[in-house]
């Protein structure tokens, strides 16, 4: 296990390295020549120097055994520095996470031995240029080669499309269809029949190198199949998709708030009309507080999935892996956007970094499965407890919060049990209706589930720095007054979100009569919703103050009401 100050030990290191190493200018340079610094991603998995990728190794084969936790942490400052750097190096962690959850002990003490001794560069070779999102799709194969009746090997064929450290990896992981299905295999680099194509010249992550294998008849021995047996490929894929999106939403948070983080001091210094941007409501209440109350919303709900990963939850949550992915890359997304706008013409310039830092953080809504497919995601499996707790399981984690509010007024858990029970109805109403037989219905209410999952962890939260029980590892940028107002912020969005989205789709979709019309909206607690926005005026101003270090200047802070 890894502690606080080893932790933060190497959280420190990282920050130190990429000041000597990659500053500002450097980046920018390489961004503009599209070249990935192979020796930087070389030092930084070099267990004699930064060594970044022990952490992810279990102890028993020479790591540190970091964490769900402790990655999400590494995670997000690794996207702060470069989203491209940090791609490179994911993909190691990505590549070899088949052979940590499905193979043989044998193949474990190998490889996974070799990347914390050697520090090896993987990759991990799903995708194929016709086979992105459906991977069920894939072509390439695995031929079985036999000697007196026994498989001594493979020979496998395809394309693999997309690869992150394609054309630098020291080994691959590749998925290829056995004559029973979908299988993980382990390729070095450089064997008769695997090439690479050169570097595809992308939109952002400039710095990471990204290319298409060929795999023409290239033998491995039996021993490459990962875990020895056929057919596991997509299962184990799916049994680490909870602890990679994770790592992605923390590349999304990271760039995110990096983005920020240049826009807030930019505008304190920035003058139009006679005073700073940062002093103008219009300026902060657009373009920078609700992006924090978004990044924040979706730390907690990153947060609170890691720590049930590592405390051994049931099932891989892949669904809160998705709920985690799906608000924080597009929570960061969009921060990056209003941080070039913040930044006005200068945000619009390579010089002023923001504009890199929006083209880097878009690859994050794609990679790891696109915003739509978590959206299907998610949607499909609460739908599942939709029916199976006949229309309560939204009712019931509303009540959880109605509870919560008593104990902590005012860290908005009252206002998210609103957007639960408000999802509760527009689930219901779908189920009476028959509405998800429309794809674009069942991906919307991934999206309004996301959103009221994400207010209630940010209220829980809240009420847990007020007990003063937060995970001491937990990022502690705001104290337990702030984050209770950005508690307020995000549940209003997204009780507001839930209640009229969810009206206008089941409209949409002619769900409810003019008959029902008032009554569906008086069960969607519209009323109530609206009256919850009272205050919103205030604790952005609240977090704007916080933000800009004004908050000592202020008469009095606003009470910790809740609507
Ligand atoms: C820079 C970069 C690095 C990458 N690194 C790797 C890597 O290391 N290893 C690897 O294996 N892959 C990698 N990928 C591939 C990546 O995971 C895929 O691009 C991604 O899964 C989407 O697949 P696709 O590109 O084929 O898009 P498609 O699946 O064709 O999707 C296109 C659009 O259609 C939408 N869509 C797809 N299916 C549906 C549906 N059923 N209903 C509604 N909408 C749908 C998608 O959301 C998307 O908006 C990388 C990609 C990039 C760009």
Known sequence: MITKKTLNLSLKSLRDFAKKRLPDQDLIDLDNRDECPVEIVRYMSNPDKLGIQLLFIPEEYGGMGGSTFDVYLICEQMARIDLGVATSLFATFLGSDPITFGATPEQKK????????????????????????????LKTTADRVEKDGKIVGYKISGSKQW????????????????????????????????????????????????????????????????????????????????????????????????ALDRAIPYSTKRIQAGSPLSEKQGYTHKLIVPHVARLEAARS???????????????????????????????????????????????????????????????????????????????????????KTRGQHYHDQARELEALDLQHPGVGAGIAALAAHALAEVMEKARAARLTRYQHILLRL??????????????????????????????????????????????????????????????????????????FEAALGLHAIHRAQAGLIADMDYIADVLYSRVAKREEVPALVGA
């Open 301 to 387: 709900y990153i947060e609170e999935t890691a720590q049930r990963i590592d405390a051994g939850a049931e099932g891989s949550l892949n669904t809160e892996g998705a709920i985690a992915k799906y608000m924080a890359t597009e929570a960061g997304d969009a921060a990056a956007d209003a941080s070039i706008q913040a930044l006005g013409g200068y945000g619009y310039t390579h010089e002023y970094m923001v504009e890199k830092i929006s083209r880097d953080v878009r690859i994050t809504r794609i990679y790891e499965g696109t915003s739509e497919i978590m959206e299907m995601t998610i949607s499909r499996d609460r739908w599942q407890l939709h029916l």
């Open 110 to 137: 190998k490889w996974l031995g070799r990347i914390a001794e050697e520090g090896i560069l993987f990759a991990y070779g799903a995708t194929e240029p016709d086979a992105g999102s459906d991977l069920g799709a």
């Open 446 to 519: 991934g999206e309004l589930v996301a959103y009221t999952e994400c207010a209630g962890s940010l209220a829980r939260r809240a009420a847990l720095m007020v007990e003063g029980k937060l995970n001491e590892k937990a990022n502690d940028r705001f104290d337990a007054t702030a984050a209770a107002a950005l508690g307020r912020i995000f549940a209003r969005d997204a009780a507001l979100r839930v209640a009229e989205e969810g009206l206008r789709w089941v409209c949409g979709a002619s769900g409810v009569s003019d008959a029902d019309m008032a009554a």
């Open 163 to 258: 690869i992150s450290n394609g054309g630098i990896a020291d080994v691959y992981t590749i998925l290829a269809n056995t004559p029973v299905g979908p299988s993980w295999f382990i390729v070095d680099k450089g064997v008769p029949g695997f090439t690479h194509d050169k570097p595809e010249d992308k939109h952002g992550i400039r710095l990471s190198n990204t290319a298409a294998l060929a795999l023409d008849n290239v033998y491995v021995d039996a021993d490459r199949l990962v875990g020895g047996v056929e057919g596991q490929g997509l299962l184990q894929a799916q049994m680490v998709f909870g602890y990679t999106r994770v790592m992605v939403a923390a590349f999304g948070l990271g760039a995110g708030w990096a």
